[in-house]
């Protein structure tokens, strides 16, 4: 499996950047989601969704900001951030795993860098206050 991440920039403080992840295959045990990693942090969960349903899943410091969508047909994840903020600035970058059949898998598995057996390249998004 292979990941191509892009969109990312420089934005001012409230504005919106949208991020495309193209997954080469995916099937109904699916999940991708979205991380982040500030200098000198730790790679931070920020919004995962899984492939069959649509279910999404989000960090408390994005909810109500960012959507996570995918659009089957063309095996592309997507991550809308609107009202961006200076603390989002940060290298995002997505993964995808397979997570299992069950809601339960991805609940339990979302959130945890660990678990995406692929990763694609970072993208910088940097928010000027």
């Known amino acids: 499996v292979q990941l191509q991440a892009s969109g990312g920039g420089l934005v001012q403080a409230g504005g919106s950047l949208r991020l495309s992840c193209e997954t080469s295959?995916?099937?109904?045990?699916?999940?991708m989601g979205w991380f982040r990693q500030a200098p000198g942090e730790e790679r931070e969960f920020v919004a995962a969704?899984?492939?069959?349903?649509?279910?999404?899943s989000y960090s408390d410091p994005v909810k109500d900001r960012f959507t996570i969508s995918r659009d089957k047909a063309k095996n592309t994840a997507y991550l809308q951030m609107n009202n961006l903020k200076p603390d989002d600035t940060a290298v995002y970058y997505c993964?995808?795993?397979?997570?299992?059949?069950?809601?339960?898998?991805?609940?339990?598995?979302?959130?945890?860098?660990?678990?995406?057996?692929?990763w694609g390249q970072g993208t910088q998004v940097t928010v000027s206050s």
């Open positions: 295959e995916a099937s109904s045990s699916y999940a």
């Open positions: 993964g995808a795993g397979w997570f299992g059949d069950s809601y339960y898998g991805f609940y339990q598995r979302k959130g945890r860098h660990f678990e995406y057996a692929y």
């Open positions: 969704i899984r492939w069959t349903d649509g279910s999404t």
